[in-house]
């Protein structure tokens, strides 16, 4: 990414790029008016003028020629004495008389012929004089029409195209169904990266599986970020959340990650009275192996005297344990209960036994990586929810909102209790929430926009979800997917596939490094400095932490988040290869809002619905973070730039 994304205001939340034109399409270049033919005298018209003065000219001539032949033949006569002197003179005087009205005839012809030529060629200068100055008029008017039309063309080259999507103030959550992996990538950078940039703390639980914040690190990193990352199971005995707490919190935070979707009869309050009475037995101190151990005592499962000799458990402690709870039927109800939770919480044997200051970071990100298997993935997933709600419930309120922001993908996983708890301590603790579901079971397509909420559908393969959600959005929406919204999805999802899977990789080598075992402590008090959740108000338990190299300095996680960013690179060019994006059937397609289309979505665009101040909204927008990048993006709304005067339109960011 070249450039960063534009600022948000406080309170509100950017969601992408609208592409629209704020001015209209120039059209053809006027073309230039044809020269006017030319306008001469008619060389025909003038020959057939001058035969008819010849033609009538003739008997004058006739005439002339013979008086001109007799007055010579008379005067010979006269001369020769062949006519007497005075008739031959008078003959000639005559015959001159004559000659001379034949010459002033055809003078007077060839004079009048000369004025009529002369009349028609005035005539005909009159209409070329006029015809020119109708030329003259129509070019001054092209070249006015050229100036209008080239300032028209600089106007639409230079207005930008695409605007930010933000939410408008007061939306505390969105809703994401469905998308891919890479376009949850794609919109959690885009979502992130403004809010990080703000100073924002933004916290991400990835339980996908599939390393989706993967290009977020790597923008993170690139603005001088470095954030705290725990890749799942491996860093769990990095992992400071929930670590530190009274016996009471630790066993309600504890008894609801159990319980939480594994039984539909199973009581959350009963298994905190169990586990709260097993951590008094405890006493301070206490880790979640020292706590299933008890557990396994209780629940008269192995050997307890294997316990007591690896240090988990004192001789006193088994006595109390065995005389805590009563007897008969009793006994066997608690004996079950207490073997069921102790095989849940087994896979967080390793919480924060390693866990030391860290320093504080304004992106903290958990992912659980493909190591976690079909019962530990459930059960992290879980606990991490429920001890983030736990956190944010016991955190003063936020002064902004969206400062504080918290980001669920894979939600599907969790049941409905832990998603409510979830959504009504941000709420309370006033950070803002988004929560992604890859698919819409019943108890997910219930809650999707419930309250103050937003709704972005991404692509939804599945044919019930996706006409579950055209039903939700409405199918008289019609809207346009351009050519380079669909070129940005499809390189997105090419690009970022591998990055994923390299990602997961350098997760391992994480949980490997030597540089944890050696930095890492054990010393425990109270503090708030640093760790997953330090948004908690003062007075929180927690175990002190240490940074670790493996997270912070992983050169393949470096290289290889900087090869999924390539596709911002081929965006670009998508768009450099097209000067507009509105002419042409070839170079977008409209739809209605219905189920075949939801399923055949660019990765990356994201139909967005909430309430604003006009109604009901629908905007589709795409989330690609490269598009930040291109020329012609503004930094004002498509609402803000439409109501600006046209003479004052927003120039590209």
Excluded: K
Aim: hydrophobic content about 45%; overall charge positive.
């Amino acid at each position: 990414m070249t450039r960063p994304a534009p600022p948000v205001p406080a309170g509100r939340l950017f969601l992408g790029w609208e592409h629209a034109l704020t001015c209209p399409e120039p059209g053809p270049r006027p073309g230039r008016p044809p020269a006017p033919p030319a306008i001469t005298v008619d060389p025909g018209w003038q020959a057939a003028r001058r035969r008819e003065a010849r033609r009538l000219a003739r008997p004058a001539r006739a005439a002339a020629a013979c008086c001109a032949a007799a007055t010579a033949v008379s005067a010979a006569a006269g001369l020769g004495g062949l006519l007497p002197a005075g008739l031959a003179w008078l003959a000639g005087a005559g015959l001159i008389t004559g000659l001379a009205a034949s010459l002033r005839t055809l003078y007077r012809d060839s004079r009048d012929l000369r004025a009529a030529l002369a009349a028609e060629e005035r005539r005909v200068a009159g209409f070329r004089a006029a015809a020119q100055r109708e030329q003259d008029a129509r070019l001054a008017e092209y070249a006015r029409r050229e100036r209008t039309w080239r300032q028209r063309r600089a106007e639409f080259a230079r207005q930008p195209q695409w605007f930010p999507v933000r939410l408008p103030a007061g939306l505390h959550r969105v809703d994401v169904a469905g998308g891919t992996l890479a376009g949850w990538s794609a919109l959690l950078t885009s979502v992130a990266a403004p809010r990080l940039a703000a100073g924002a703390e933004v916290t991400v639980l990835d339980l996908t599986e599939g390393a989706v914040a993967g290009d977020l690190l790597a923008v993170a990193r690139a603005c001088g970020i470095d954030p705290l990352v725990w890749v799942l199971p491996a860093d769990l005995h990095r992992l400071d959340l929930g670590a530190g707490l009274p016996p009471a919190e630790l066993a309600d935070v504890l008894a609801t990650a159990v319980s939480a979707g594994v039984e539909q009869d199973a009581d959350p309050a009963a298994d905190a009275a169990l586990l709260g009475r097993v951590l008094e037995v405890l006493g301070p101190g206490v880790t979640i192996a020292r706590l299933t151990a008890a557990l396994r005592a209780l629940a008269q499962v192995g050997d307890p005297r294997a316990d007591v000799r690896a240090g988990l458990l004192t001789a006193g402690q088994l006595d109390r344990l065995a005389a805590l709870f009563g007897r008969a039927a009793a006994d066997q109800v608690v004996v079950g209960r207490a073997w069921a939770v102790e095989a849940r919480l087994r896979p967080l044997e390793q919480l924060g036994r390693a866990a030391a200051a860290l320093p504080r970071s304004p992106l903290r990100l958990a992912w659980l990586d493909q190591a976690a298997g079909a019962v530990t993935g459930p059960v992290l997933a879980s606990f991490l929810t429920v001890a983030l709600t736990h956190a944010l419930r016991r955190a003063p309120a936020a002064g902004e909102p969206w400062q504080q922001m918290i980001v669920v993908l894979g939600a599907e996983r969790l049941s409905a209790p832990v998603l409510d708890r979830l959504t009504d301590a941000c709420e309370t603790a006033g950070a803002g929430l988004i929560v992604a579901y890859r698919s819409l079971p019943a108890h997910v397509a219930g809650r999707l926009g419930r309250g103050n909420a937003a709704v972005a559908f991404m692509r939804l393969g599945n044919a019930q979800d996706a006409r579950a959600a055209a039903e939700q959005i409405g199918t008289e929406h019609r809207l346009v997917i351009s050519q380079l919204t669909q070129t940005v999805g499809d390189s997105v999802t090419v690009t970022t596939g591998d990055s994923y899977t390299s990602t997961v990789s350098t997760a391992d080598s994480l949980a490997g490094s030597a540089s944890v075992t050696d930095t890492a402590g054990r010393s425990s008090g109270r503090g708030t400095a640093g760790g997953f959740a330090p948004f908690a108000g003062p007075g929180t338990a927690s175990r002190d932490r240490s940074a670790s190299r493996a997270v912070s300095g992983s050169l393949s996680v470096t290289e290889q988040v900087s090869l999924s960013t390539a596709w911002g690179a081929s965006t670009s060019r998508a768009l450099g290869a097209s000067t507009s994006l509105a002419t042409g059937a070839q170079r977008s397609r409209e739809f209605l809002v219905e189920q075949h289309e939801l399923q055949q979505l660019p990765p990356s665009a994201v139909l967005l619905t909430y309430a604003g101040p006009g109604g009901r909204q629908v905007v589709l927008a795409d989330a690609n973070p490269a598009i930040a990048g291109l020329p012609g993006t503004a930094a004002v709304s498509l609402a803000e730039a439409r109501a600006r005067p046209p003479g004052r339109r927003p120039a590209p960011a």
